[in-house]
Protein backbone atom coordinates (compact mmCIF):
# COMPACT_ATOMS: atom_id res chain seq x y z
CA UNK A 1 0.00 0.00 0.00
CA UNK A 2 1.54 3.11 -1.05
CA UNK A 3 1.31 6.41 1.33
CA UNK A 4 1.01 10.13 -0.11
CA UNK A 5 4.62 11.21 0.44
CA UNK A 6 5.86 7.96 -1.02
CA UNK A 7 3.70 8.60 -4.29
CA UNK A 8 4.98 12.15 -4.40
CA UNK A 9 8.26 11.01 -4.67
CA UNK A 10 7.82 9.02 -7.29
CA UNK A 11 10.01 9.07 -10.23
CA UNK A 12 9.76 8.20 -14.18
CA UNK A 13 10.18 4.75 -14.68
CA UNK A 14 9.71 3.65 -11.54
CA UNK A 15 7.81 0.42 -11.18
CA UNK A 16 4.61 -0.48 -9.33
CA UNK A 17 3.34 -3.63 -8.33
CA UNK A 18 -0.75 -3.99 -8.04
CA UNK A 19 -2.41 -5.46 -4.69
CA UNK A 20 -5.44 -7.29 -6.45
CA UNK A 21 -4.63 -7.65 -9.97
CA UNK A 22 -2.83 -10.98 -11.29
CA UNK A 23 -0.63 -11.96 -14.08
CA UNK A 24 -1.59 -15.54 -15.52
CA UNK A 25 1.57 -17.14 -12.98
CA UNK A 26 -0.41 -15.06 -10.15
CA UNK A 27 2.64 -12.84 -9.65
CA UNK A 28 0.99 -9.13 -9.17
CA UNK A 29 0.61 -7.15 -12.09
CA UNK A 30 3.77 -4.04 -12.88
CA UNK A 31 2.52 -0.88 -13.95
CA UNK A 32 5.85 1.95 -14.88
CA UNK A 33 5.86 5.17 -14.40
CA UNK A 34 5.18 7.32 -17.25
CA UNK A 35 5.16 10.37 -16.39
CA UNK A 36 5.95 13.59 -13.80
CA UNK A 37 3.69 13.45 -10.79
CA UNK A 38 0.91 15.95 -10.78
CA UNK A 39 0.51 17.84 -7.71
CA UNK A 40 -1.89 20.85 -7.09
CA UNK A 41 -1.32 23.84 -4.40
CA UNK A 42 -5.13 24.37 -3.79
CA UNK A 43 -5.52 21.05 -3.14
CA UNK A 44 -1.90 19.32 -1.44
CA UNK A 45 -3.64 15.69 -0.53
CA UNK A 46 -4.44 15.32 -4.52
CA UNK A 47 -1.96 13.80 -6.74
CA UNK A 48 -1.87 12.52 -10.41
CA UNK A 49 0.91 10.01 -11.91
CA UNK A 50 0.62 8.43 -15.13
CA UNK A 51 1.00 4.62 -15.28
CA UNK A 52 1.51 2.32 -18.17
CA UNK A 53 1.35 -1.51 -18.51
CA UNK A 54 2.22 -3.51 -21.65
CA UNK A 55 2.03 -2.05 -24.92
CA UNK A 56 -1.29 -0.82 -25.03
CA UNK A 57 -2.50 -0.59 -21.15
CA UNK A 58 -2.48 3.61 -19.69
CA UNK A 59 -4.04 4.51 -16.24
CA UNK A 60 -3.84 7.60 -13.20
CA UNK A 61 -2.61 6.69 -9.93
CA UNK A 62 -4.70 9.20 -8.06
CA UNK A 63 -5.54 9.86 -4.37
CA UNK A 64 -8.29 7.35 -4.86
CA UNK A 65 -6.34 4.69 -5.91
CA UNK A 66 -3.03 4.85 -3.85
CA UNK A 67 -4.19 1.80 -2.06
CA UNK A 68 -4.19 -0.69 -4.60
CA UNK A 69 -0.79 -0.21 -5.17
CA UNK A 70 2.94 -1.40 -3.56
CA UNK A 71 6.36 -0.58 -4.64
CA UNK A 72 7.69 -4.07 -3.96
CA UNK A 73 6.29 -7.36 -5.49
CA UNK A 74 6.69 -8.87 -1.68
CA UNK A 75 4.29 -5.91 -0.42
CA UNK A 76 1.96 -6.61 -3.26
CA UNK A 77 1.55 -10.80 -2.43
CA UNK A 78 1.50 -9.64 1.44
CA UNK A 79 4.45 -11.87 2.30
CA UNK A 80 4.87 -9.97 4.77
CA UNK A 81 1.69 -10.84 6.71
CA UNK A 82 2.96 -14.24 5.91
CA UNK A 83 5.91 -14.27 7.48
CA UNK A 84 5.06 -13.29 10.73
CA UNK A 85 2.21 -15.96 10.85
CA UNK A 86 5.07 -18.38 10.12
CA UNK A 87 7.47 -17.45 12.80
CA UNK A 88 4.53 -17.41 15.74
CA UNK A 89 3.66 -20.81 14.43
CA UNK A 90 6.90 -21.67 14.74
CA UNK A 91 7.46 -20.24 18.13
CA UNK A 92 4.26 -22.23 19.13
CA UNK A 93 5.53 -25.84 17.85
Do not use: C
Not at 40 to 64: C, I, M, N, S
Amino acid sequence: MLTLEQARTLTYRTVLYHDTFRNADDTPERWRINGKVKTWKRTPGRLEVPLKRGLRQYWYLTDANLVEFSLTEKEALGQDLFDEVDRVDALLD
